[in-house]
């Protein structure tokens, strides 16, 4: 089992720039292939970002340039950096910890992220 808590969103006007936080907790931490997503409003979740334990990353084009997912495997933690945010980045922003061997695939709780003047 793997627990996730996300922090960091907010309110930014557009432009602007936001960091998100998600801690791990759990066993064996480093074989997850740990990730971001979002869902705003009437709309499916999709991919933001991933990032496997060695440090490949993978992105969404809709965001590459802006968004920067990093990790720190010694502190269980992943990250999102956001910067020249649009409003139609405006959504609830997950983390994620998937082993596709195993079949576990594990959620936080979200963390809102609103974009407006």
């Known amino acids: 089992q793997v627990q996730l808590v996300e922090s960091g969103g907010g309110l930014v006007q557009p432009g602007g720039s936001l960091g998100l936080s998600c801690v791990a907790s759990?066993?064996?931490?480093?074989?997850?292939?740990m990730g971001w997503y979002r869902q705003a409003p009437g709309k499916q979740r999709q991919l933001v970002a991933t990032?496997?334990?060695?440090?490949?990353?993978n992105c969404a084009d809709s965001v590459r340039g802006r968004f920067t997912i990093s990790r720190d495997n010694a502190k269980n933690t992943v990250y999102l950096t956001l910067n020249s945010l649009k409003p139609e980045d405006t959504a609830v922003y997950y983390c994620n910890a998937r082993y596709v061997p195993l079949g576990r695939n594990y959620w936080g709780q979200g963390t809102q992220v609103t974009v407006s003047a």
């Open positions: 990032i496997t334990s060695g440090g490949s990353t």
């Open positions: 759990g066993n064996n931490l480093s074989i997850y292939v």
